[in-house]
C-alpha cells in the first residue's frame, strides 16, 4: 500500500477525526454522486462527486474536487462510492486508489492506494470497517476505514469485483467476475464461511434481501438474472426477461449489468443495456414475475433507490418515480450537461449533521436490524 503524497501533509489526527466544518452543511437529502461514473467518460459529467438536492427537484448544488487521478493527471474511472453518517466520511474507489472525505468539510482526508488495485467496496453499518475489492484479481482488502490502514486480506480466486456488506454488520458479500460462486464472509474473524452456487455463469452485479435469506445476481449471457438461497447454497431460480431481444451491450460485456431491490423488497428492477429499459419484477412471488419496463434514455449498467423507497436512480441519470414507473427528473451538472454514472449514494442531514446514508447497490431492507 502506499500513500499520496496530499495525505502526508495532513495532520495525523485528521485522519482519525473528521475535522470541525467552518460553515454547517444544510438540512436535507442529498445525492452524492462521483464522476467518471461510467468508465472514464468525461462527457457525463466531468471529474469529481457532484451534489444534488433530493428536495429541490434533484437541483445541482455543488461540485466536490477529487483524487483518483493516474501519473498524467488524467482522472481514473471511479468504481464505487460509500458513505457513513456515524463516522461522517465519504468513500470513492478508483481504479489505483481509495479516497476518503469528510461528509462535514468536503475535504480529502486521505488517498491511498493498494496492491492489485480497487473495485466497488462496501462500507460496514457503523462506518468502521471496508471490504475493498481488488481491481479483478484474487483478493479482497479487509481496510480500516478510519485510516485506510489494511487489517488483513481475503484470497478468493474469483476476479475480486463487488462486495456487498449485510445490513447488520455480520456478513460480507463477495462475488469475482470469473467466477459463478458468492462467498459470505463472516466479518467477526474476516474469513470466508460459505457460499452459494453456482449460479449458471459468473456472477456480475447482485443484491441480497435485508433478512440475508436471498442474494439476486446478474451472470453473464443471461438477460436478467438469477436467484440464490444464502442458507442452503443453493441456487433456486433463473429469470428471463421476456419480449425483448438480447443483444450485445457496448459496456459491461453482460445484457443485465445492474439489478436492485426496493427497500420494501415488493420489486426488482434489472437493466437491459441494449434495449435502453429498466425491467420491473414482483418480488413478492417466487420466482419473480415481470410486471413492467421503463424506457431510459441510455445503455444502463446500474440501478439504485432512495432511502424511502419513492425514487429509483438508474445509471443513465433519470430520476424515476417507483408508484407511477415515470420519470421525474433527469440529473444535469452546472452546465446542465446530462450526467450519467453508477456510482451514487443519498446522504441525509439534519441540524447541520449526516444522520443517515444510503447505499450503492440497492439492497433490501426488509427484516433487517441495520439502518
Known amino acids: 500500500m502506499s500513500i499520496r503524497p496530499l495525505a502526508l501533509l495532513l495532520p495525523l489526527l485528521s485522519a482519525l477525526l473528521p475535522a470541525a466544518p467552518a460553515s454547517r452543511p444544510a438540512d436535507g437529502r442529498f445525492l452524492y454522486v462521483a464522476v467518471p461514473g461510467i468508465r472514464n467518460y468525461l462527457e457525463f459529467g466531468g471529474h469529481g462527486v457532484l451534489v444534488f438536492d433530493v428536495d429541490r427537484g434533484h437541483a445541482f448544488v455543488r461540485r466536490i474536487p477529487a483524487g483518483g487521478r493516474n501519473d498524467k493527471g488524467q482522472p481514473l474511472n471511479v468504481k464505487g462510492i460509500a458513505a457513513s453518517a456515524a463516522t461522517r466520511r465519504l468513500?470513492?474507489?478508483?481504479?489505483?486508489?481509495?479516497?476518503?472525505?469528510?461528509?462535514?468539510?468536503?475535504?480529502?482526508?486521505?488517498?491511498?492506494?493498494?496492491?492489485?488495485?480497487?473495485?466497488?467496496?462496501?462500507?460496514?453499518?457503523?462506518?468502521?470497517?471496508?471490504?475493498?475489492?481488488?481491481?479483478?484479481?484474487?483478493?479482497?482488502?479487509?481496510?480500516?476505514?478510519?485510516t485506510g490502514d489494511i487489517i488483513r486480506r481475503i484470497d478468493i480466486p474469483s476476479g475480486a469485483h463487488n462486495t456487498v456488506y449485510g445490513l447488520d454488520g455480520k456478513a460480507a458479500y463477495l462475488a469475482g467476475l470469473r467466477s459463478p460462486m458468492l462467498r459470505v464472509a463472516e466479518t467477526a474473524g474476516h474469513t470466508v464461511a460459505r457460499e452459494t452456487g453456482p449460479f449458471s455463469a459468473p456472477i456480475r452485479p447482485f443484491t441480497v434481501n435485508g433478512a440475508q435469506t436471498l442474494a439476486f445476481v446478474n451472470v453473464n449471457g443471461l438477460l436478467g438474472f438469477e436467484v440464490g438461497d444464502l442458507r442452503t447454497g443453493r441456487m433456486?431460480?433463473?429469470?428471463?426477461?421476456?419480449?425483448?431481444?438480447?443483444?450485445?451491450?457496448?459496456?459491461?460485456?453482460?445484457?443485465?449489468?445492474?439489478?436492485?431491490?426496493?427497500?420494501?423488497?415488493?420489486?426488482?428492477?434489472?437493466?437491459?443495456?441494449?434495449?435502453?429499459?429498466?425491467?420491473?419484477?414482483?418480488?413478492?412471488?417466487?420466482?419473480?414475475?415481470?410486471?413492467?419496463?421503463?424506457?431510459?434514455?441510455?445503455?444502463?449498467?446500474?440501478?439504485?433507490?432512495?432511502?424511502?423507497?419513492?425514487?429509483?436512480?438508474?445509471?443513465?441519470?433519470?430520476?424515476?418515480?417507483?408508484?407511477?414507473?415515470?420519470?421525474?427528473?433527469?440529473?444535469?451538472?452546472?452546465?446542465?450537461?446530462?450526467?450519467?454514472?453508477?456510482?451514487?449514494?443519498?446522504?441525509?442531514?439534519?441540524?447541520?449533521?449526516?444522520?443517515?446514508?444510503?447505499?450503492?447497490?440497492?439492497?433490501?431492507?426488509?427484516?433487517?436490524?441495520?439502518?
Open 236 to 371: 433456486l431460480h433463473r429469470v428471463e426477461v421476456r419480449g425483448f431481444t438480447q443483444g450485445t451491450p457496448k459496456r459491461h460485456g453482460c445484457p443485465s449489468h445492474g439489478i436492485g431491490l426496493t427497500p420494501d423488497e415488493r420489486e426488482i428492477w434489472v437493466c437491459d443495456a441494449v434495449n435502453e429499459r429498466m425491467h420491473i419484477f414482483d418480488a413478492t412471488v417466487m420466482p419473480p414475475r415481470q410486471v413492467a419496463d421503463v424506457r431510459v434514455r441510455e445503455q444502463p449498467g446500474w440501478i439504485t433507490f432512495s432511502l424511502d423507497g419513492r425514487l429509483a436512480y438508474p445509471s443513465t441519470g433519470e430520476v424515476v418515480e417507483v408508484a407511477t414507473r415515470r420519470i421525474i427528473a433527469a440529473l444535469a451538472d452546472e452546465t446542465g450537461a446530462a450526467v450519467h454514472s453508477e456510482k451514487i449514494v443519498e446522504v441525509h442531514f439534519a441540524a447541520g449533521l449526516p444522520v443517515r446514508t444510503g447505499d450503492q447497490f440497492g439492497v433490501g431492507r426488509v427484516g433487517s436490524a441495520g439502518p
Open 91 to 146: 468513500y470513492v474507489s478508483t481504479l489505483q486508489f481509495l479516497t476518503c472525505f469528510d461528509l462535514m468539510t468536503d475535504a480529502i482526508l486521505w488517498e491511498k492506494s493498494y496492491p492489485g488495485g480497487c473495485d466497488r467496496m462496501a462500507l460496514s453499518p457503523d462506518g468502521k470497517v471496508m471490504y475493498l475489492p481488488s481491481l479483478e484479481k484474487d483478493h479482497w482488502h479487509v481496510i480500516d476505514a478510519l
